[in-house]
């Protein structure tokens, strides 16, 4: 597997990639195998017709059907729907405009190009197929749809009632990009729902690949429905491009379905696997076939990191047919780091039963978490160690959202959520548990049944080594981490969000060199359950250690309090940390009252003492929170500044 078939190079499978990309990437068939197009340039859709569900017969609640003009397409469509007030009695706001001259059976193949949406609003929207008895709580068939809740999903729809039989989530469109949405059958009842860049027909964003019989004929169209509950925001999307046919019985050939990472995509993870799954249509994958390359160098077929299974499983379908269905998976495990935010080639090639080699060609970009040493103070430049803890809590009414936006909200300064109590501490663990000891989030000592619509902020620089490092953690509700350039560096890197309301699991990330690192912990709770714990990982032996432990097990990782003493030769600077500061702390972790009452207190201050060392020198602070310097005297040979946290 080091080299390409005998005289076949690769600038032959190019060639005959571009010439896939017509067959299969946009649907374009050989002339006169069209059945249905519309690019929309005349202005109108009198071809189609329209099944304007839920109106009630209130002409308010019509969809509308305009049809902007495009700056390189001529005119494209666009379709508004209300929301629906007569929710839930006639269901959300939803529009089906449909072609019904032809009547598709088993083989087909239908695409549209997505040109805009509105990514504000909760909608699904996409393609219609088998569609019959179109009409208020009679409509029966498919559709893939897209929503801006992050998936691509496949239903079948049982007089207007959808049930999903496949999805592919999370999978994120752009709207500041355009899409090409397409589905195909070969046999009538395995589906191939797939979203394009139109800027790459051949290698699929996303595929979903599901089976279901239900329903075995009928029109072709577009969908849109609203998402929320009741009826609230209506729906809004441009298409342009439409296209539908019946191939002809060797047109649908075995395709790629999975590539990942994906095409112009990110991988975040330290050691990504690529992967490709190929499915069997008119054609079949030879799956000794299979030949992998990465950034030109071909990967060999003895290669333990390397697998391929003779077929397509879709374990991702709820509701569905999982497979396996006829195909391969190909799958590579990278062995070795590549370098942060580098950008890689794959290539694929493989024989199909008609013995033509096909291949796809695709980049992304390596996006793991990645500490850069110029975002980090020197080793020794701190001297207290803890986090800089900031609790709030909105403690009346009903629960707040639970999600890390809210809790942001709440945190910001001002903040856009108010609160009525607040508490700043400094903590030596990111650990606590409302059922076990100590039963307090930091600083805001209550009990169990008030535990509920908070949110904390912890501030620390983690003394950190270079290479990779794992982190655990246990959360209810939400956590995030995170490192920038500063402590609260809005665009600074994510190293970790949890994906739902609770998480127990681990993160690694990537240190460029030895030094402090910014780090900034945000935890939510929204009601019930309030834990968090974060420990270390030893990667050598799997064993783990609170961060900061004070009792400074080996591998600990060293938490240090965030107040930095900077100066600078001259009043404009610049200014750096002045790694000679000693910081003498008034700071104390606070108790819970012997009652459980709210402390609700803030930290006081402390001096900062600084060696005398040239002719002049200027100095300012540089913390987490607001400080004010309220003394500055000569001490022997030192230079005692004393401040207090606002």
Wanted: with cysteine.
């Amino acid at each position: 597997m080091n080299a390409l078939p005998p005289k076949l190079r690769l600038g032959v499978i190019f060639r005959r990639t571009l010439v896939q990309i017509s067959i299969v990437g946009s649907l374009q068939l050989a002339p006169g195998l069209w059945a249905q197009t519309d690019n929309f340039n005349a202005g109108n859709d009198s071809l189609w017709s329209h099944s304007d569900l839920g109106t009630l017969g209130d002409p308010r609640l019509r969809p509308n059907y305009g049809f902007p003009a495009d700056p390189t397409n001529g005119h494209a469509y666009r379709i508004q729907v209300p929301a629906n007030p007569y929710y839930p009695t006639a269901g959300p706001g939803r529009a089906a405009t449909y072609r019904a001259q032809v009547n598709y059976g088993a083989r087909f193949a239908i695409g549209v190009d997505v040109n805009s949406w509105n990514d504000t609003i909760d909608q699904d929207f996409g393609l219609f197929w088998y569609l019959t008895n179109p009409g208020l709580g009679s409509s029966d068939g498919y559709t893939v749809t897209y929503g801006p809740q992050d998936h691509l999903r496949v239903s079948q729809i049982s007089s207007e009632s959808p049930t999903e039989i496949g999805r592919v989530n999370p999978f994120h469109m752009d709207p500041t990009q355009r899409y090409r949405m397409q589905v195909s059958s070969h046999d009538g009842s395995t589906f191939l729902a797939q979203v394009f860049s139109l800027n790459d027909l051949r290698n699929p964003l996303a595929s979903v690949v599901t089976a279901d019989t239900t329903w075995s004929g009928g029109f072709g169209g577009l969908v849109l429905y609203d998402g929320t509950s009741p009826s609230t925001t209506g729906c809004d999307a441009t298409f342009d491009n439409y296209a539908a046919t019946a191939p002809a019985a060797s047109a649908l050939l075995t395709t790629v379905v999975d590539l990942y990472p994906p095409p112009g995509g990110r991988a975040p993870e330290l050691y990504p696997t690529i992967k490709v799954g190929i499915l069997d249509r008119d054609t079949f994958v030879d799956p000794n076939s299979l030949q992998l390359w990465l950034d030109g160098v071909a990967i060999s077929a003895a290669d333990p990191n390397l697998t391929v299974v003779p077929e397509l499983d879709r374990p991702g379908n709820p509701g569905g047919y999982n497979g396996p269905f006829s195909g391969a998976t190909l799958s590579y495990v990278l062995p070795n780091l590549l370098p942060a935010g580098s950008r890689h080639t794959n290539v694929v090639a493989y024989l199909d039963g008609t013995s033509t080699w096909q291949t796809n060609t695709w980049s992304w970009t390596t996006a793991y978490p990645f500490l850069a040493a110029a975002n980090s103070l020197p080793p020794g430049s701190l001297t207290v160690r803890g986090f800089d803890a900031r609790t709030v809590q909105t403690n009346g009414g009903v629960n707040l959202d639970n999600s890390l936006a809210r809790a942001l909200r709440q945190l910001a300064i001002p903040p856009t959520i108010p609160y009525e109590l607040t508490a700043t501490s400094i903590v030596q663990v990111l650990a606590w548990n409302q059922n076990g000891t100590p039963n307090n989030v930091p600083g805001l000592c209550v009990n169990a049944t008030e535990i509920k619509n908070i949110a904390v902020e912890s501030l620390t620089y983690l003394e950190l080594s270079a290479g990779v490092h794992r982190f655990h953690v246990q959360t209810d509700d939400r956590a995030g981490f995170y490192s920038g350039r500063r402590l609260e560096d809005p665009s600074g890197t994510i190293l970790w969000e949890a994906p739902g309301n609770t998480a127990n699991t681990t993160f690694d990330f990537v240190v460029e060199a030895p030094g402090l690192y910014p780090f900034r912990c945000i935890w939510e709770q929204a009601g019930g359950g309030a834990v968090l714990n974060v420990t270390s990982v030893n990667l050598d032996d799997l064993t783990e250690v609170m961060l900061n432990d004070p009792n400074d097990p080996p591998n600990v990782v060293r938490a240090w309090y965030p107040l930095v003493c900077e100066s600078a030769a001259t009043v404009k600077g610049p200014y750096a940390a002045d790694a000679t500061a000693v910081h003498s702390p008034a700071l104390a972790d606070l108790q819970c009252g012997s009652t459980g009452d709210v402390i609700n207190q803030t930290l006081t201050g402390g001096t900062f003492t600084v060696p005398i060392s040239g002719s002049q020198k200027f100095y300012r602070l540089d913390g987490p929170r607001a400080t004010k310097i309220t003394g500055i005297a000569k001490v022997g040979g030192n230079v005692v500044i004393t401040y207090q946290v606002q």
